[in-house]
């Protein structure tokens, strides 16, 4: 089974970024890969990780972790095979928390794959501009598409200092599942990958 985590990538309260998760979380049950067993999704709030202010005194890239915190962090992402993140944009970007939370890591991130829903005024499309190439750096296949839901029509939001109601016009849905089509099907692939290769640490003559 592929495994999917839905990643809710503010910690702010109050946040948007978790009702949209959550919409993302449950259309991704429909999806006909979900519905069969051939994937699952799970959500994974930054919120609920604890972790501060990049804190290891070793870089990532030598996976020596020395706080608890980073390898149950470690431990959780190693265990999936593809990643959709939920962001919003904050100042043309993605949160300090979701970079933070990738430059933890290093070798957990590799050779996976990443879709993307984002939210804000221009619906978060320069913050998975800034993602994607952050992304790469740590060997994460980025799909291409997004799902990009606007502050002005695909929420109500009486109260805009509050996370509001999400009401994602029709066509977003469908975008998800093409989204969800291509990372259950790039997470596939890397798992192939992924296993071809030596384990970290050897080399091949």
Same mark, same amino acid.
């Given at each position: 089974? !592929?495994?999917?985590?839905? !990643?809710?990538?503010?910690?702010?309260? %109050?946040?948007?970024?978790?009702?949209?998760?959550?919409?993302?979380?449950?259309? $991704? +049950?429909? =999806?006909?890969?979900?519905?069969?067993?051939?994937?699952a999704v799970e959500l994974v709030d930054l919120a609920d990780q604890g972790l501060p202010l990049l804190d290891e005194p070793v870089s990532a890239?030598?996976?020596?972790? /020395? %706080?608890? #915190?980073?390898?149950?962090?470690?431990?959780? !992402?190693?265990?999936?095979?593809g990643f959709l993140f939920v962001t919003p944009e904050y100042n043309h970007s993605f949160p300090a928390a979701l970079k933070n939370a990738i430059?933890?890591?290093?070798?957990?991130?590799? %050779?996976?794959?990443?879709?993307?829903?984002? #939210?804000?005024?221009?619906?978060?499309?320069?913050?998975?501009? =800034?993602?994607?190439?952050?992304?790469?750096?740590?060997?994460?296949?980025?799909?291409?598409?997004?799902?990009?839901? /606007?502050?002005?029509?695909?929420?109500?939001?009486?109260?805009?200092?509050?996370? +509001?109601? !999400?009401? *994602? +016009?029709? %066509? =977003?849905?469908?975008?998800?599942?093409?989204?969800?089509?291509?990372?259950?099907?790039?997470?596939? $692939?890397?798992?192939?990958?992924?296993?071809?290769?030596? *384990?970290?640490?050897?080399?091949?003559?």
């Amino acid at each position: 089974m !592929i495994r999917i985590a839905v !990643i809710v990538g503010s910690t702010r309260p %109050h946040r948007r970024t978790e009702v949209v998760a959550r919409w993302a979380l449950d259309a $991704a +049950g429909r =999806h006909p890969s979900v519905k069969n067993g051939a994937a699952a999704v799970e959500l994974v709030d930054l919120a609920d990780q604890g972790l501060p202010l990049l804190d290891e005194p070793v870089s990532a890239a030598f996976g020596q972790y /020395s %706080h608890e #915190h980073t390898r149950r962090w470690a431990r959780l !992402i190693d265990g999936f095979d593809g990643f959709l993140f939920v962001t919003p944009e904050y100042n043309h970007s993605f949160p300090a928390a979701l970079k933070n939370a990738i430059d933890y890591l290093y070798g957990e991130w590799f %050779h996976k794959a990443a879709g993307f829903v984002s #939210h804000g005024v221009h619906g978060g499309t320069r913050a998975v501009e =800034h993602l994607r190439t952050v992304l790469s750096e740590v060997k994460v296949a980025t799909v291409g598409g997004q799902v990009a839901l /606007s502050a002005f029509t695909d929420f109500e939001l009486p109260d805009p200092t509050q996370p +509001g109601e !999400i009401t *994602p +016009g029709d %066509h =977003h849905e469908p975008t998800l599942m093409e989204v969800l089509d291509d990372l259950v099907a790039w997470s596939g $692939a890397l798992r192939q990958v992924r296993a071809a290769l030596p *384990p970290a640490g050897t080399t091949e003559n």
